[in-house]
């Protein structure tokens, strides 16, 4: 029993309460009502409907694909399901880059359509003005920094991020700024735990790592990587607290095993 489990909503301000405490926020993704329900009554603090939807729900390489109206539609199942943990949706690829107007209808379209309790974006002084145009209408922004997926094209690589000084320097630069426009928490992701410890403790915002260390306010991960769903992705940072993958296909071949040889349905399973 954590100090913080009896809440009956998590909020941005619980959020910050729980960094003044110590205790630690555990977020995962969710894309779907099924497992957003099993989520939430698991006592997840955070839920968040990220873009990885793009890879995990919909098979694309890379986040870019999918769109406003697809995360929407994840992002009601979602919320449907969910009454405790906070919901936080990923603003999608090309919809708060380069135009702050744009960037606050999207992020209006996350609130009223789907119901969300705060929306995500990547990257830091490059989208400051969307971010605060998206602030000003009242509506809680996580920032993101670090190895960000929607812009991998730029990286051309995987590895992690903020290894060289400028990188570093920018970064913790970054994070200060995001900080200082009113996010109410900032995720880092695949950077050197050293530079992660860094910036939290520097932060009064929480700060979520995803391949960042132990040193920082919380930590999240794919949903589906976590529980060995997905198999193909392997980074040092995840760890993998089950193999339903092979679960899954071990129970389709004992159905398919039934109807081939007429075990199923039996006697109790008709009417
Ligand atoms: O989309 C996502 O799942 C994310 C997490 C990896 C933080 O942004």
């Known amino acids: ?18 960094k003044l405490k110590d205790e630690k926020i555990a977020m995962l993704t969710a894309y779907d009502f099924s497992m957003a329900r099993l989520l939430d009554r698991a006592g997840i603090d955070v839920i968040l409907v990220g873009d990885s939807a793009s890879n995990v729900m919909a098979g694309h390489t890379s986040t870019l694909p999918i769109t406003l109206d697809q995360m929407i539609y994840h992002a009601s199942s979602v919320i449907r399901a969910v009454s405790r943990a906070l919901v936080i949706v990923d603003l999608p690829f090309g919809t708060y880059q380069g135009d702050s107007r744009g960037a606050l209808q999207s992020a209006i379209r996350i609130m009223k ?3 969300a309790d705060a929306v995500k974006m990547e990257g830091g002084v490059e989208i400051i003005e969307s971010v605060e145009r998206i602030l000003s209408a009242g509506i ?17 690589t995987y590895v992690v991020r903020a290894t060289e000084e400028a990188e570093a320097r920018k970064l ?5 700024k995001l900080e200082e ?5 900032v995720v880092l992701e695949k950077i050197p735990a050293k530079l992660a410890t860094e910036v939290s403790s520097k932060a009064r915002i929480p ?3 995803i391949g960042a260390g132990p040193g920082v306010d919380g930590q999240v991960l794919v949903l589906h990587d976590m529980l060995g769903i997905t198999t193909e992705f392997s980074p040092r940072f995840l760890r993998r607290y089950n193999n339903l993958s092979e679960e899954i296909i071990n129970s389709v071949k004992s159905y398919i095993g039934d109807v081939k040889s007429l075990d199923f349905p039996n006697e109790r399973e008709q009417y």
Request: proline share 4%; net charge neutral; hydrophobic share 40%.
């Open 207 to 209: 700060i979520i790592g």
């Open 172 to 176: 913790v630069d970054d994070a200060k």
């Open 140 to 156: 809680p922004v996580m920032g993101h920094l670090g190895l960000t997926p929607q812009s991998i094209h730029k990286f051309g």
């Open 181 to 185: 426009a009113g996010c109410f928490s």
């Open 1 to 18: 029993m954590t100090k913080f489990s009896s809440v009956t909503k998590v909020t941005t301000h619980v959020l910050q309460e729980m």
């Open 113 to 115: 359509e789907a119901g």
